[in-house]
Antibody
Framework: EVQLVQSGAEVKKPGESLKISCEGS????????IGWVRQMPGKGLEWMGI????????RYSPSFQGLVTISADKTINTAYLQWNRLRASDTAMYYC????????????WGLGTLVTVSS | DIQMTQSPSSLSASVGDRVTITCRAS??????LNWYQQKPGKAPRLLIY???ILQSGVPSRFSGSGSGTDFTLTISSLQPEDFATYYC????????FGQGTKVEIK
């Protein structure tokens, strides 16, 4: 059974750093893409970027390029989404999702990680 | 990057109604168009990919059509469990979601 297990909710202060994770199981993690999707409170889905764990080929949405870093460790079947300096506007639910090619849909999703940034 | 525009942004319908949601891409995406359903507090769920291919387990009352830049999601007979928000997504070049269509009970 394919599963994407995301790390738990986080409460951070503006300016702090954060790295959240997404562990895949039940499929070949290295040879499937993992994407990240943001959903701000009461808003729609925004595609942030996608990574191919086998060679760490990473593509970013122009809206998120330079604001976040997507990475993966294929040895432990885990993808990451990282911020160096959080802002209040980063408060959102973040989903990871699997895609079997760079042009395929997201067929499996994690349950989401809620990130709250507040002073 | 490719922009996706959905309409309407919301609609009210009754159980048994036929519901149609449209999605327009800012350039041709051939057939790389997917539809997702999201219920409150839940992760999105893939409904349809490649314009018209139903994901496993999705009821046949859902259907998709279109090509190039204009696409449609149709629910032939709305059921109580279909009240949700629906998103289109292009996967032709990177990814982009539409802004969503909320289907509410009339």
């Amino acid at each position: 059974e394919v599963q994407l297990v995301q790390s738990g909710a986080e409460v951070k202060k503006p300016g702090e750093s954060l790295k959240i994770s997404c562990e895949g199981s039940g499929y070949s993690f290295s040879t499937n893409w993992i994407g990240w999707v943001r959903q701000m409170p009461g808003k729609g889905l925004e595609w942030m970027g996608i990574i191919y764990p086998a060679d760490s080929d990473t593509r970013y949405s122009p809206s998120f390029q330079g604001l976040v870093t997507i990475s993966a460790d294929k040895t432990i079947n885990t993808a990451y989404l990282q911020w160096n300096r959080l802002r209040a506007s980063d408060t959102a639910m973040y989903y990871c999702a699997r895609s079997d090619t760079s042009w395929s849909p997201f067929d499996y999703w994690g349950l989401g990680t809620l990130v709250t940034v507040s002073s | 990057d490719i922009q996706m525009t959905q309409s309407p942004s919301s609609l009210s319908a009754s159980v048994g109604d036929r519901v149609t949601i449209t999605c327009r891409a800012s350039q041709s995406i051939i057939n790389y168009l997917n539809w997702y359903q999201q219920k409150p507090g839940k992760a999105p769920r893939l409904l349809i990919y490649g314009v018209s291919i139903l994901q496993s387990g999705v009821p046949s009352r859902f259907s998709g059509s279109g090509s190039g830049t204009d696409f449609t999601l149709t629910i032939s007979s709305l059921q109580p469990e279909d009240f949700a928000t629906y998103y289109c997504q292009q996967s032709y070049s990177a990814r982009t979601f539409g802004q969503g269509t909320k289907v509410e009970i009339k």
